[in-house]
């Protein structure tokens, strides 16, 4: 997902493809939610620290001159308890800040998770085309892609975010 340390992540994403004629660069999206629903059925202690033990993910940013950090569970409910948020990123955890006595757990449900969502039976994987536009909910819906080879031809996504309320307000306000 995109920027997990702050503390509110985009909510939508929208990448789209203006060239992609490089060699690899395939991308892929899993629903993580389906993932946490997977665990809430058959591992329920891996659920209950990924949705009760916070993690933390940081960002150093020097050319915005900034360190930012944020505290949160990887999976976060609703008041109703369905799912509301999902925050992963690997490449943007900290070191864990969390009790030595549940260090254990807290990694080994990390890793749990991590594994199922990388999980074929969860993945979808497709390529972009000039003039798609990938739109998902960031942080329900998370987005990879294999590596590309730079030399071997160009690849231009173009990013922007809306937060979710924009969309969810509009939809609310169309259904009535
Ligand atoms: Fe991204």
Same mark, same amino acid.
């Given at each position: 997902?995109?920027?997990?340390?702050?503390?509110?992540?985009?909510?939508?994403?929208?990448?789209?493809?203006?060239?992609?004629?490089?060699?690899?660069?395939?991308?892929?999206?899993?629903?993580?939610?389906?993932?946490?629903?997977?665990?809430?059925?058959?591992?329920?202690?891996?659920?209950?620290?990924?949705?009760?033990?916070?993690?933390?993910?940081?960002?150093?940013?020097?050319?915005?001159?900034?360190?930012?950090?944020?505290?949160?569970?990887?999976?976060?409910?609703?008041?109703?308890?369905?799912?509301?948020?999902?925050?992963?990123?690997?490449?943007?955890?900290?070191?864990?800040?969390?009790?030595?006595?549940?260090?254990?757990?807290?990694?080994? *449900?990390? =890793?749990?998770?991590?594994?199922?969502?990388?999980? @074929?039976?969860?993945? #979808?994987?497709? !390529? /972009?085309?000039?003039?798609?536009?990938?739109?998902?909910?960031?942080?329900?819906?998370?987005?990879?892609?294999?590596?590309?080879?730079?030399? *071997?031809? =160009?690849?231009?996504?173009?990013?922007?975010?809306? @937060?979710?309320?924009? #969309?969810?307000? !509009? /939809?609310?306000?169309?259904?009535?």
């Amino acid at each position: 997902m995109d920027l997990p340390w702050f503390e509110n992540p985009p909510g939508y994403q929208f990448l789209h493809c203006l060239v992609n004629s490089a060699k690899g660069g395939d991308s892929s999206a899993v629903d993580a939610f389906a993932v946490a629903e997977y665990l809430k059925n058959n591992d329920s202690d891996t659920f209950d620290t990924l949705t009760k033990i916070p993690l933390k993910f940081r960002d150093k940013d020097y050319t915005q001159e900034a360190h930012r950090s944020f505290y949160g569970t990887a999976i976060s409910l609703t008041k109703d308890g369905d799912y509301n948020d999902v925050r992963f990123s690997t490449a943007t955890m900290d070191a864990l800040d969390c009790h030595p006595d549940q260090m254990d757990k807290v990694y080994k *449900s990390h =890793h749990k998770f991590g594994k199922l969502l990388h999980d @074929d039976k969860f993945q #979808i994987k497709f !390529r /972009l085309r000039p003039g798609d536009i990938y739109t998902f909910n960031n942080r329900r819906v998370l987005h990879g892609r294999t590596e590309f080879d730079p030399n *071997s031809g =160009h690849r231009h996504l173009q990013g922007y975010y809306m @937060d979710r309320d924009e #969309i969810v307000g !509009r /939809l609310n306000y169309l259904k009535k």
